[in-house]
Antibody, heavy 120, light 108 residues
Framework: EVQLVESGGGLVQPGGSLRLSCAASGFTFSNYWMSWVRQAPGKGLEWVANIREDGSEIYYVDSLKGRFTISRDNAKNSVYLQMNSLRAEDTAVYYC?????????????WGQGTLVTVSS | DIHMTQSPSTLSASVGDRVTITCRASQSISKWLAWYHQKPGKAPELLIYKTSSLESGVPSRFSGSGDGTEFTLTISSLQPDDFATYYCQQYNNHSPYTFGQGTKLEIK
């Protein structure tokens, strides 16, 4: 069974940093692109970033470039999201999601999400 | 970026009703359109991909159609478990992937 488990969320002050982790199991992690998708409270879904199977390609939504960094460790079956210079508008549940093989951008498995709250 | 617009934003319906949700893309996305549903406090779940292909395990009362810029999700006979928020998403280009704003399906 595919499982994605996010961790690392919490309360952080504006301007602070946070590193989210997503631990994958139940599939061959190194064969899949992985994404982060976020959802502000009461709002819709926003794709944040993704990373190729071997980490050689990375994409971000334009509005977050320079502040967020996605990375992965295939030996640990994990994908990460380093978030710097956090703002109130970054408050959201952050989901990691697996992209279906050969269907880039199709999210066929999701974690339960981790809540990030940016507030003083 | 490709902008996705869903309508309606809220839909009230009864068990057994047939309902349709529309999704429009700001430019052609061929058939690279997916539908998800999300229940409160839960992660989204994939229902339909490539416009009309049903994800494994999804009931056949769900169907999708469309091409280019206009797409629909139809539920042929609403069941109690179907009341949720539905999102369309385009995955035509490598990035950025974009979602519609959501359609909340409520019990009438």
């Amino acid at each position: 069974e595919v499982q994605l488990v996010e961790s690392g969320g919490g309360l952080v002050q504006p301007g602070g940093s946070l590193r989210l982790s997503c631990a994958a199991s139940g599939f061959t992690f190194s064969n899949y692109w992985m994404s982060w998708v976020r959802q502000a409270p009461g709002k819709g879904l926003e794709w944040v970033a993704n990373i190729r199977e071997d980490g050689s390609e990375i994409y971000y939504v334009d509005s977050l470039k320079g502040r967020f960094t996605i990375s992965r460790d295939n030996a640990k079956n994990s994908v990460y999201l380093q978030m710097n210079s956090l703002r109130a508008e970054d408050t959201a549940v952050y989901y990691c999601a697996r992209e279906r093989a050969y269907n880039y951008g199709l999210f066929d498995s999701w974690g339960q999400g981790t809540l990030v709250t940016v507030s003083s | 970026d490709i902008h996705m617009t869903q309508s309606p934003s809220t839909l009230s319906a009864s068990v057994g009703d047939r309902v349709t949700i529309t999704c429009r893309a700001s430019q052609s996305i061929s058939k690279w359109l997916a539908w998800y549903h999300q229940k409160p406090g839960k992660a989204p779940e994939l229902l339909i991909y490539k416009t009309s292909s049903l994800e494994s395990g999804v009931p056949s009362r769900f169907s999708g159609s469309g091409d280019g810029t206009e797409f629909t999700l139809t539920i042929s006979s609403l069941q109690p478990d179907d009341f949720a928020t539905y999102y369309c998403q385009q995955y035509n280009n490598h990035s950025p992937y974009t979602f519609g704003q959501g359609t909340k399906l409520e019990i009438k």
